[in-house]
T-cell receptor, first 110, second 115 residues
């Protein structure tokens, strides 16, 4: 079993839809969590950190459930430009260990 | 602006040559850097973890003599693909871990094409 697992999708949604991605992790020592976005043939870029209390950045909401060891990303009012692969990244603090899932592909269609 | 610089962005070389890729952290000291390979429409595959001042840790199936990693300073890690062959053609990306905020920053990647 992989340390970090994501539903690979693809998720194909119409513009304006709400879509949610989940990511589960197995290492209970994990302490910091992030969502990254990767466009085709580009490097991943940090989308947002994920905090225990949940956090929101515009149309994006990230949540963490430590008890169940999963994080989620909710995208509201999807735009065409949201089409990308979304990666969750899980770090074990002070261990220099950063693990990420294989990514979930989202395609937003007109 | 970019906090991790990766060069070159594209390399085309003949089979049998060696190619060196540099990864520099610009705004922070990176004791840990990571090297990945990505084939078209596939996910990033971690190749190795590069630790400053010590030997890199390679993932299973990655030949350490084929992919030489040197992390000689807190801001620079290099990956050398030795005696490259067409099957080594891929997109290589590095990342650096900022221990201050535990965020991972990626280089812009190197597209390697071996003829």
């Amino acid at each position: 079993r992989k340390e970090v697992e994501q539903d690979p999708g693809p998720f194909n949604v119409p513009e304006g839809a709400t879509v949610a991605f989940n990511c589960t992790y197995s290492n209970s020592a994990s302490q910091s969590f992030f969502w990254y976005r990767q466009d085709c043939r580009k490097e991943p870029k940090l989308l947002m950190s994920v905090y225990s209390s949940g956090n929101e950045d515009g149309r994006f909401t990230a949540q963490l459930n430590r008890a169940s060891q999963y994080i989620s990303l909710l995208i509201r009012d999807s735009k065409l430009s949201d089409s990308a692969t979304y990666l969750c990244v899980v770090n074990v603090f002070n261990a220099g260990k950063s693990t990420f899932g294989d990514g979930t592909t989202l395609t937003v269609k007109p | 602006g970019a906090v991790v610089s990766q060069h070159p962005s594209r390399v085309i070389c003949k089979s049998g040559t060696s190619v060196k890729i540099e990864c520099r952290s610009l705004d922070f000291q990176a004791t840990t850097m990571f090297w990945y390979r990505q084939f078209p429409k596939q996910s990033l595959m971690l190749m190795a973890t590069s630790n400053e001042g010590s030997k890199a840790t390679y993932e299973q199936g990655v030949e350490k003599d084929k992919f030489l990693i040197n992390h000689a300073s807190l801001t620079l890690s290099t990956l050398t693909v030795t005696s490259a062959h067409p099957e080594d053609s891929s997109f290589y990306i590095c990342s650096a871990l900022d221990r201050g905020n535990e965020k991972l920053f990626f280089g812009s990647g190197t597209q390697l094409s071996v003829l």
